[in-house]
């Protein structure tokens, strides 16, 4: 689904290579978006909850910024939305 809304809105996005974090691990973001430096990560909330540590640690370990997607957030006005509240406070993650 988030595939077919970036492409449907002609936003750039790319499969990212994985992020390495905590010595020897790594992450495999689902997407990274070219033009606003954000890589996405849909997941249910189970996984939203038991990757907060993860995600944290990557983005910390990499200086990047990381938006997890809960469900109700996968059409591109609720991606943008999110991304703009990025820009605004400056954190790096969206959990």
């Known amino acids: ?5 970036l ?9 990212p290579p994985y992020l390495p974090y905590d010595v020897s691990k790594k992450y495999f973001p689902d ?3 070219i033009d ?3 890589y996405l990560d849909p ?8 990757d907060k540590d993860k995600i944290n640690s990557v983005v910390e370990q990499n200086n990047v910024r990381v938006l997890v997607l809960p ?6 006005d609720e991606i943008l939305k999110e991304i703009q509240l990025l ?3 400056q954190p790096k993650s969206g959990i």
């Open 43 to 50: 997941k249910n909330d189970y996984l939203i909850e038991q």
């Open 7 to 15: 492409d449907n809105n002609n936003i750039k996005w790319t499969r």
């Open 36 to 38: 606003f430096d954000v």
């Open 87 to 89: 820009d605004k406070n």
């Open 31 to 33: 997407f990274y978006l």
């Open 71 to 76: 469900n109700n957030k996968l059409t591109w």
């Open 1 to 5: 689904k988030v595939a077919n809304e």
